[in-house]
């Protein structure tokens, strides 16, 4: 699947929420189901320093594709970030770093990507395309 | 006897002053709006309170009327803007109960206040091996501007611990105290816990040792009376926006003879009295203190706010938090895994709370969508933070126009988060 086909799915599965508790209710639970990220990626250099909460990112290469473990001390941006592994992991580098995030405006989720929320999660974004970006230097050096 | 007759209907007006909730609610503008839908509950009072229609008006009018630039103009227009500007500092002046006027300098905030005494009077006094104090409680502006002078003289910080219910522990204070202490900074009351410190005390202490103290009032000044002679302070810092005024504008009270011995804190016009490429002479006070021009249409509507406060009166503001305070205590207590942070005896009108296995950033998020805005995070605390063994708290912080039907909504908001993290 590619990632904007991705996008559409989870925009469609949101799309069933009336209620903004009903859809946050949701990002509790991918968030809650997200698999811990193992301890010895819990560490500053892992670490996206964000003012209230804390994420953590570990991106490996794989076959030529860029995959992502992530976790967050919060659950609405643990559940967030489990959306944004499920759209960009398991891509080509290029693919991600091009990647246009245009689901979390749809799902109306636009804000946590906003300066002000202070949650790491717009640093989150912004690393892993970083991460893309090197490893598209590393593939094709 | 005329101005007799007068003074006494004045006496009479304001004591007949009833404390009428819902007449202040129709004063602040911004209240009446919904947030994501719902009445907006504003609970952040501890970061900023909202400004009253009269303070939103003294903006637009000094814009509209008499907009110049103060103490240098002969024309008329300066000359109004300046007599306004200064009729700000007579009654912070009175506000504070300071001797004289001269001892209001204004500022930026309180920020910045602390950080002129650290950079004027702290490099003046300081030296290698004194010893200044600060309290586990502080928030960062009340520790760094220290940390920093410390750094720069080789000076020692000393922190006054707390006990669990995050009330200073005194007789810690006073081992701490010795000939080296030169200064002590502690805040009037904790933006985090709500804590009232025993300033008087503090004080009196400190000048057993000849340590000077400068008071972090920041959180005191809407809600607590200040009288600094009382307090017998040498140096109060207080910020306009948490007073009902703009932002933007801080006052620093000093008294006259330590601000008279103190360096300027920075060069420029205003706090000059003559300059040769040679060099120069500085102003007296406050102007020594008060360089370029300043925030000239919010410190004029600083007043308002200060006479907005008046109106209703300190006790009557203080007794009517201290109710809505009481009552939140009451009602969040009783939520099951809540435990609220800062059980002081004393407190202002601020309650910390941790949520049993919630985050407190998750918390905000899902009030903020129930229209109700409350501070999380570390409070710029972040020592006190690890005190408590936390990385944040959620806190509502009540002022004068909150209600108890807003603390329900709160204890509504609180329980649904309960539930959704569940």
Request: hydrophobic share 40%; with cysteine; net charge negative.
């Amino acid at each position: 699947m590619t990632i904007n086909e991705t996008q559409d799915n989870i925009i469609n599965d949101f799309s069933l929420f009336d209620e903004w508790d009903e859809k946050y209710g949701y990002i509790i639970e991918l968030g809650k189901k997200l698999p811990q990220l193992n301890e010895e990626y819990k560490t500053d250099d892992y670490k996206i320093k964000g003012c209230q909460s804390q994420v953590w990112l570990h991106p490996y290469l794989q076959d030529g594709k860029i995959f992502f473990d992530g976790d967050s001390d919060a659950i609405i941006v643990k559940g967030l970030v489990s959306l944004l592994i499920k759209i960009l992991s398991g891509h080509k580098p290029e693919e991600i770093a091009n990647a246009d995030l245009y689901f979390m405006e749809k799902i109306g989720m636009q804000q946590h990507l906003s300066i002000t929320r202070s949650n790491g999660l717009a640093s989150m974004v912004k690393q892993m395309k970083l991460y893309a970006i090197a490893y598209t230097t590393k593939l094709t050096s | 006897m005329e101005i007799k007759q007068d003074f006494v209907e004045l006496k009479m007006k304001e004591s007949a002053t009833i404390f009428d909730i819902e007449k202040i609610r129709k004063d602040f503008p911004i209240l009446h709006q919904n947030i994501n839908g719902k009445p907006l509950v504003y609970l952040d009072n501890a970061a900023s309170t909202q400004k009253p229609m009269s303070v939103i008006n003294a903006i637009s009018a000094y814009y509209m009327t008499i907009n110049a630039n103060i103490h240098r103009g002969i024309h008329t227009l300066s000359e109004k803007a300046t007599t306004e500007y200064e009729l700000t500092r007579a009654t912070i002046r009175s506000f504070v109960n300071a001797k004289h006027t001269e001892e209001v300098i204004f500022t930026k905030g309180t920020t910045e206040a602390i950080n002129l005494v650290a950079a004027t009077y702290g490099r003046q006094n300081v030296k290698k091996g004194d010893e200044i104090i600060i309290s586990a409680l502080e928030h960062h502006s009340n520790m760094v501007p220290w940390q920093m002078l410390a750094g720069e003289t080789g000076a020692l910080l000393k922190i006054i611990p707390i006990n669990d219910a995050g009330e200073l522990i005194i007789e810690d204070y006073k081992k701490l105290l010795n000939k080296k202490t030169k200064l002590v900074s502690v805040a009037h009351a904790s933006n985090t816990l709500g804590t009232i410190n025993p300033i008087k005390e503090i004080i009196g202490l400190a000048h057993e040792h000849g340590a000077k103290v400068l008071i972090d009032g920041a959180q005191a000044a809407a809600h607590l009376i200040v009288d600094v002679q009382d307090f017998d302070a040498d140096f109060y810092a207080f910020s306009s926006h948490k007073i009902y005024g703009p932002t933007g504008v801080g006052v620093l009270y000093g008294k006259k003879e330590l601000l008279e011995a103190m360096p300027p804190y920075q060069g420029g016009g205003e706090m000059i009295k003559e300059v040769t490429y040679e060099g120069f002479t500085y102003n007296d006070l406050p102007y020594k203190f008060e360089a370029g021009t300043p925030n000239i249409a919010d410190t004029i509507a600083l007043k308002t706010a200060i006479d907005y406060i008046n109106y209703w009166g300190k006790e009557a503001i203080r007794n009517y938090e201290h109710e809505i305070l009481a009552y939140a205590t009451r009602k969040l207590s009783a939520i099951k895994g809540l435990r609220i942070i800062g059980e002081a005896k004393e407190k202002v009108g601020i309650i910390s709370f941790v949520l049993n296995g919630i985050h407190h950033q998750d918390a905000g998020i899902i009030l903020d969508h129930e229209g109700i805005a409350v501070r999380t995070g570390h409070h710029c605390t972040q020592p006190l933070m690890g005190r408590y063994k936390i990385s944040g708290t959620s806190r509502a912080s009540f002022a004068l126009y909150n209600t108890k039907e807003e603390v329900d909504i709160l204890v509504d908001g609180i329980n649904k988060v309960m539930r959704m993290f569940a």
